[in-house]
């Protein structure tokens, strides 16, 4: 690959393969290491990206790294209390908390990819519908149905987490 191409589609989709791995990950330095682990793989093998939409391509590689990171913390969970949970009144709020977030990941994580990406840029990227459109070179009108039919799925998912 050419360095001064690579350098261009760095400065253009930086912002979306970090922000990306940020929201799966909550934690900054995690979301750069998948960040470079990303952009590393594309230098390396650029024949990885077979054509089509390539800011999708960055974003479904980026969630997946994230998501890889996601589950090897998982497996190295031990049954001890984190040191960073707060030993007071507000343990029970920290759980729960903790709790919700892990059932919206894999609710999310149970989705088609072409409604969580979008899903994902919007809600945990802070980005507009129009500026979704426009990475992922997809009509707008589109982009908006698979938004609005994810959060459908997403609810009807999380209220069958908690009833169960």
Do not use: C
């Not at 990406?117 to 129009?130: A, D, K, N, R």
């Amino acid at each position: 690959m050419d360095e001064r191409a690579f350098e261009t589609i760095y400065d253009r989709h930086y912002r979306l393969v970090f922000g990306v791995a940020l929201r799966i990950l909550d934690d900054r330095a995690a979301a750069e290491d998948v960040t470079q682990a990303v952009f590393l793989k594309l230098w390396s093998d650029p024949d990885a990206f077979r054509g089509g939409n390539l800011a999708g391509w960055l974003a479904r590689v980026s969630r997946n790294r994230a998501l890889d990171v996601v589950r090897s913390k998982a497996i190295r969970a031990t049954d001890t209390i984190p040191a960073d949970v707060p030993l007071d009144e507000t343990l029970d709020e920290t759980v729960f908390a903790r709790i919700e977030r892990a059932r919206i990941r894999s609710a999310l994580d149970a989705l088609p990819e072409e409604q969580s990406i979008p899903i994902t840029l919007g809600f945990f990227g802070g980005i507009t519908h129009e500026e979704i459109a426009r990475r992922l070179g997809i009509p707008l009108g589109t982009i908006k149905s698979r938004i609005r039919l994810g959060l459908r799925r997403l609810r009807t998912d999380l209220e069958a987490m908690v009833s169960s």
